[in-house]
């Protein structure tokens, strides 16, 4: 009973992934044939967000909701890095769903990103078991 709020604001982000387009797989190749600025404009918008919480987070001195002190460690940048945002965006790019889409995209009734899904599971899965043999 007390995880509902995050049910509801899990359906609250989705409706807004629906009513943004952001889950349009056409918006989504609009981007990367560099047509339209459309979500270039969105994940910008949510970087310049996510960059002010972080600031004012850390001047602030805010807790989470539980009191507890809230730390954002800095982590190196790796060749890791590189790679990995090439296979993210290959993946992007050939299926039009990231991570956080894909739930709204089944809920709106594209049952074949299903498939996106579990390979997206599958894909973390296999990350996990060589993750140790892999550039950090």
Known sequence: M????????????????????VI??????????????????????????????????RKMGWRSVNGEEIVVQKKPF??????????????WAITGACPGPI???IGSG?????ITFLSAVAGTWVYGKCKDRLPH
């Open 103 to 105: 739930f709204a995209q």
């Open 2 to 21: 007390k995880n509902l709020k995050f049910l509801f604001t899990g359906m609250l982000f989705g409706i807004i992934l629906v009513k943004a387009e």
């Open 24 to 57: 349009s797989w056409f918006r989504i190749q609009e981007m990367f044939r560099l047509e339209s600025f459309h979500m270039y404009g969105v994940i910008g918008s949510a970087v310049f967000t996510a960059m002010l919480g972080v600031l004012l987070i």
């Open 110 to 114: 594209f049952t074949v990103v299903i």
């Open 78 to 91: 790796t060749k890791g890095n590189i790679i990995g945002g090439l296979i993210f965006g290959l993946g």
